[in-house]
């Protein structure tokens, strides 16, 4: 990288339908909304030249995010306010453009800075059935989360094979909420909501839906409504 | 009542693979769309009830990944979008697992502006793009929730229409159809709309929209028959024909530079501008070369323009100058050198494609790059003989071949791409030998030009299609050649000594045999498309998904055999299924190129020599519209 580049940190949100895009669907419509910005994105040089950028940890499919992060180095300065109007006057409404400053160079990548993410998850009846005890699914499928959270250790199939997650390592807070008297007149019945933190590093990472997996299946009636990563911060700590 | 099937689709989302298909909300720079914004929580609103507003949904009977590219979709709506309070909407067909849960949830086919069902819109309008596609139509039908056939739908079931290469001969897709639509549709589909809100608006009745719409020129509307009074209703010339609607000045009309912007990764993922439309090469196997006659060009300024205005709106990284023969451009260099100044210092690349083996030189084989240049160059001599090459009326020689590859690899290019066909008329086995030599030729030639130490990159592919024959080409009456022939003449060429270093695909030939069944029925093949449907046959164009034994059932059934329906010659004095339908050109001139053929005879071409009277611009009172001169 050249001393003449500009590295520009990018906010964007990932909301809507389009939280069912893949990370790799992202990636391409935030590049194609800095072209359309005109801003003078630095490229790599060689046969297939391609625009310069770092996103941060990957949102799997129909997981919003609120504030997500991507680093994009520049040819030429652009004042902020002049860049961050022209990339939200080119954005989808859905992946919308929230903010961004210039950053050091010398500063770590995303990937390895912000591994702490936050993640809001809500609950929801999957359907009314009078078979199923209703008070009883909320607190099994919290008692399973906290065995599971105890124990410390998360034995899943990742394609085919045994892997074993450390929780002690990735699993850095949870609390659940019950909401159903709150949202009793709700129509999407949320009837909880779940605030988890999760750690992710070169070692390993754990998405929110692997660690619910077994609560929801001892749960049996819940299911998930909805996943956002509300934030991501740096791990003042390590 | 109308409701959006929004938050009954949204769970489905996580049990499919790619459910970017089904997102809609794509980025569009501008539109004056009135649509979705507007209308996504007005779910109790009766559309049916708003007179002021038309809804029409365009429908490709394909993924989203394949449908969103295609151009014929993106014209029209954009031409409807003109329209004041015209809804238009796109849906395309689920893939399998989604077809399977909006069967399982009682879910009809929605559109992805709005999430509505289909069946609300007063008009769905289905490309028809290619023969395999046919029992997609019917699977799209059918999930909409509309009765297959015309026959059986109701006073307020929408009206269906269809447009595309295939409608050039209908009757094969007749008994779906209410309306079709022939040729070129910019200006038809503004017709169409604005008549039948005018009549939907008026109190008309289901048949009397579709009565009126018949007196549209270009308009087709096979429940009329054709020895009945009401075929007359059709626009008809001196005759008894339906003419092909045409755009005769065809630089006039806009081009997308805002169109859609996929989140998904589609087929040709780019900005798409048609630098001229038309092709009078006139190679006799080729449908879209005597359905799209006359040539037309665009100016090198307003496709600089479009370019330069496109990628500042989509952000896009390539753009591809399309067209039948973008090479032919009579102003093809200006626009590249001024495109590659355009883009010179950045990421976005240029691709040409449909290139002429005589018209590819140095100057293009370093100009084009890019996405082309990672997967290779392609080009098409069809035929490995001088003689049969002259059969085709392909007019290029085995010099252009190796000319073109000798400067594509000195620029730079490693790979590339020969496409041949097997089974074309007169065809003998030393036309089939002469593929492999002509091919070791060009792969030696691409060595030689290469420095020694990259000689092991060089890739030479040979892509192997089977002749179909089509209906408004001059092979109209030929069959196709019988498989057990094909399959012969496959191991042939796989036994003629081809270089180590060359790799070989060759098409399967069943799927050429349901094209070929299809491409020249006549309107007893509905029945056929209809009971392979209904046996599970759909997306035939997808290798994995077709199934021969379907085919081969489905005609059992029907008590028909495919492979007399695909090689049955028919007698050039013979009433042809499609005789109804003319796309301009002449039979008396398809005739006449069929007997030049047997005698290997060529034909020029007329945008750059003289008249080959092919009757297209004196039927249609249109003209070769150049943006300047041709130089061969």
């Known amino acids: 990288m050249n001393d003449m580049t500009f590295r520009l940190r990018i906010e964007f949100a990932k909301i809507g339908r389009l939280a069912y895009l893949s990370h790799l669907e992202v990636v391409r419509a935030v590049e194609r909304n800095i072209r359309r910005a005109g801003l003078p994105y630095h490229t790599s040089q060689g046969f297939n030249r391609h625009m310069r950028h770092a996103f941060g940890p990957a949102l799997p499919v129909g997981t919003a995010g609120l504030h997500e992060f991507l680093d994009v180095w520049l040819k030429s300065y652009v004042p902020p306010d002049k860049a961050l109007l022209a990339l939200q006057q080119a954005s989808s409404k859905e992946l919308p453009i929230l903010g961004l400053c210039y950053i050091s160079q010398s500063l770590p990548s995303l990937q390895m800075s912000h591994t702490l993410h936050d993640y809001n998850i809500k609950l929801a009846y999957v359907e009314k059935n009078d078979a199923i005890n209703e008070d009883i699914a909320l607190e099994t499928f919290f008692a399973t989360l906290k065995a599971t959270a105890d124990a410390g250790i998360l034995e899943l199939l990742k394609k085919g094979k045994p892997k074993t997650y450390d929780l002690n390592k990735l699993l850095i807070g949870y609390k659940l909420e019950d909401l159903r008297q709150i949202n009793s007149q709700n129509e999407e019945q949320i009837v909880a909501q779940l605030n988890l933190t999760l750690h992710t590093s070169e070692e390993g990472s754990l998405r929110p839906e692997q660690l619910l997996a077994k609560p929801l299946d001892d749960a049996c009636c819940l299911r998930v409504l909805s996943i956002v990563r509300v934030g991501m911060r740096e791990d003042n700590d390590s | 009542m109308a409701h959006s099937l929004y938050s009954r689709i949204e769970p489905l989302f996580s049990l499919v693979e790619k459910p970017s298909r089904y997102l809609g909300n794509e980025y569009q720079h501008c539109t004056n769309l009135v649509i979705a914004n507007q209308r996504d929580n007005n779910t109790n609103q009766d559309k049916k009830g708003d007179a002021s507003v038309y809804d029409i949904v365009f429908c490709y009977p394909d993924t989203y990944e394949i449908g969103q590219a295609n151009q014929g979709i993106a014209i029209l709506a954009a031409c409807a979008n003109k329209l004041d309070d015209v809804n238009v909407k796109r849906t395309f067909l689920p893939w399998l697992d989604m077809s399977e849960l909006l069967r399982e949830h009682n879910i009809p086919l929605f559109s992805l502006e709005d999430y509505m069902p289909i069946k609300m819109a007063d008009m769905i309008a289905i490309t028809l793009p290619h023969e395999l596609a046919a029992t997609n139509v019917l699977e799209l039908i059918d999930l ?224 084009v790059e890019g996405g082309a240049r990672k997967t290779g160059l392609t080009f098409a001599p069809e035929a490995a003989t001088q003689r049969l090459r002259d059969v085709i009326n392909k007019n290029v020689t085995d010099a252009n071949l190796l000319d073109a590859i000798q400067s594509a690899f000195l620029a730079g290019w490693r790979r590339c791409k020969l496409y041949f066909m097997i089974g074309l008329p007169t065809e003998t086995d030393e036309d089939i030998v002469a593929i492999a030599t002509l091919v070791n030729q060009a792969y030696a030639c691409a060595k030689d030009s290469v420095p020694e130490k990259q000689r092991g990159q060089v890739r030479i592919s040979v892509s192997v299609a089977v002749f179909v024959p089509k209906a408004q080409t001059p092979f109209q009456w030929c069959g196709q050649l019988a498989r057990s022939e094909v399959q012969r003449r496959i191991a042939l060429l796989r036994n003629s000594g081809l270089h180590k270093g060359i790799d070989l695909h060759w098409h399967d030939p069943s799927t050429s045999l349901i094209e070929a069944a299809l491409s020249r029925g006549g309107r007893q093949i509905g029945s056929l498309i209809e009971a392979a449907w209904r046996l599970g046959a759909k997306f035939d164009a997808w290798t994995e998904q077709f199934s021969l034994a379907i085919w081969e059932q489905a005609a059992t059934d029907i008590g028909v055999s495919l492979d007399a329906l695909a090689t049955r010659d028919f007698a050039i004095d013979e009433p042809l299924p499609w005789d109804h339908i003319s796309a301009g050109v002449s039979k008396e001139y398809l005739a006449s190129e069929m007997l030049c053929a047997t005698k290997a005879q060529t034909q020029v071409d007329c945008s750059f020599s003289y008249c080959s009277s092919c009757g297209v611009c004196s039927d249609l009172g249109v003209r070769v519209r150049l943006a300047g001169k041709r130089c061969a």
């Open chain 2, 144 to 367: 909409a929730g509309v009765a297959l056939r015309a026959a059986d739908r109701k006073e307020d079931d929408p009206i269906i229409i269809g447009g595309g290469p295939v409608a050039f001969n209908p009757e094969p897709l007749a008994d779906f159809f209410d309306v079709f639509g022939i040729g070129e549709g910019e200006d038809l589909i503004l017709e169409v709309i604005e008549t039948d809100r005018y009549m939907r608006d008026s109190g008309a009745s289901r048949i009397e929209r579709i009565q009126k719409l018949a007196g549209i020129p270009g308009i087709y509307v096979p429940s009329f028959s054709l020895h009945s009074a009401d075929f007359k209703k059709h626009a008809l010339n001196a005759k008894g024909q339906i003419v092909k609607r045409i755009v005769d000045d065809f630089n006039s009309t806009p081009v997308l530079i805002s169109p859609k912007v996929p989140y998904a990764e589609v087929a040709h993922d780019r900005l798409t501008v048609e630098i001229l439309r038309g092709c009078t090469r006139g190679c006799r196997f080729c449908q879209a070369g005597m359905t799209s006659r006359p040539v037309r060009e665009r100016t090198a300024d307003s496709i600089l323009a479009a370019v330069s205005d496109g990628l500042k709106n989509t952000g896009y990284d390539e753009v591809s100058l399309t067209s039948l023969s973008s090479t032919d451009h009579s102003q093809i260099n200006a626009i590249l050198r001024r495109l590659q100044h355009l883009v010179c210092d950045s990421d976005i690349s240029i691709s040409l494609p449909s290139q002429r083996l005589d018209a590819f030189g140095v100057f293009l084989a370093q100009i």
